[in-house]
């Protein structure tokens, strides 16, 4: 039975979510067979047979018994659709600890994908099956979407934002991917895939076998990007790693609550690391002014996301 209605689902969460789909599904489908039977029913059965007869039908003015149960019946009915449909999706919200990050930005009309340790692609996402992995999207000129609806997740990739999504590949396959937002004369050729290898093949792609691994000396990997262009763009001057400067330190910065300027907080996410380097002055950290000049023309996404990788490191 799972596996016929599965529909092709490729992972633990994507059969969640068709699992919560069929409930809906079938929740509507009785009501909807009981009402409109009911409404042919009674129409048929109290149509009026003689014109001539006095046909008019009681007026019912009120049944307490009657509103109560049918108040309470759908709202409980609709309360369980809720819980159920969120706890499926918190959890597709929030990746377990310990997956993979890829990051992956959209521009017109292709993804380019670059994993941590520096490797770039275009438009094919190797990953290792059965494993958690997390997409870090961001978007280059419009908007675009990111869509794998073998995992049923999409997210949309946003210019000046960063956004997240993860996966777990059950199985070894190539899962599509497509961009759902239209975003120009080449969206519709805007498509790439997921490749889920066995853990054995992983490990071979990624040590760079002749699955189109890097040549000679090997790409940089993104932390190392970010260290070296932390120290040559300037960030050291007000930032130390450990230790407050004109700037705060960047040690355990990642995925701590920074108190902010006005008293809110806010989770160091990649996202907020991304904001705080291109627009420094959208959150003021508590305790320092709002001295550090923007970097959103003078370094690249992969700039940035060198950063990122870096600042996360530094635990
Ligand atoms: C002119 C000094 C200056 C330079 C240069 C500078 N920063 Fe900053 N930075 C600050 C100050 C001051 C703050 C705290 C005020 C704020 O939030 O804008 C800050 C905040 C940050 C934060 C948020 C820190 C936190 O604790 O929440 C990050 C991340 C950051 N900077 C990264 C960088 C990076 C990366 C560079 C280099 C590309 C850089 N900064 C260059 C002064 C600077
Ligand atoms: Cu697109």
């Not at 941590?116 to 280059?140: M, Q, W, Y």
């Amino acid at each position: 039975m799972g596996e016929i209605l599965s529909f092709g689902a490729a992972s633990g969460q994507a059969a969640r979510v068709d699992t919560v789909f069929l409930m809906i599904l079938v929740i509507g489908g009785f009501f909807f067979v009981l009402t409109q039977g009911l409404l042919i029913y009674f129409a048929v059965k109290y149509r009026r047979r003689r014109p001539d007869r006095d046909n008019e039908t009681p007026q019912i003015t009120g049944d307490y018994l009657l509103e109560f149960f049918w108040i309470l019946i759908p709202s409980i009915v609709v309360v369980a659709i809720f819980y159920y449909g969120w706890l499926v999706y918190a959890d597709l919200r929030i990746p377990p600890a310990g997956a993979t990050d890829v990051y992956v930005n959209a521009r017109q009309w292709m993804y380019e994908v670059r994993y941590t340790d520096g490797r770039t692609a275009i438009n094919e996402i190797h990953v290792p099956a059965g494993k958690p992995v997390r997409f870090i999207l961001s978007a280059s000129d419009v908007l675009h979407g990111f869509y794998l609806p073998d995992f049923r997740v999409k997210m949309d990739m946003i210019p000046g934002r960063t956004t997240t999504l993860w996966v777990q590949p059950d199985r070894p396959g190539r899962y599509p991917i497509y961009c759902t937002v239209f975003c120009g004369a080449g969206h519709s050729n805007m498509t790439a895939n997921l490749i889920a290898l066995p853990p054995a093949e992983f490990a071979q792609w990624e040590a760079g076998g002749e699955r189109g691994g890097p040549e000679g000396k090997g790409p940089e990997a993104l932390a190392a990007r970010g260290e070296r262009i932390m120290k040559s763009a300037g960030c050291l001057n007000c930032h130390a790693v450990e230790g407050k400067k004109i700037g705060p330190p960047f040690k355990g910065l990642f995925g701590s609550r920074v108190t902010l300027e006005d008293g809110t907080t806010v989770a160091a996410d990649e996202e907020y690391l991304r904001e705080s380097i291109t627009d420094p002055g959208a959150k003021i950290v508590k305790g320092y002014q709002n001295m550090m000049p923007t970097f959103k023309t003078t370094l690249s996404t992969e700039d940035v996301n060198g950063l990122v990788e870096y600042i996360k490191g530094l635990k």
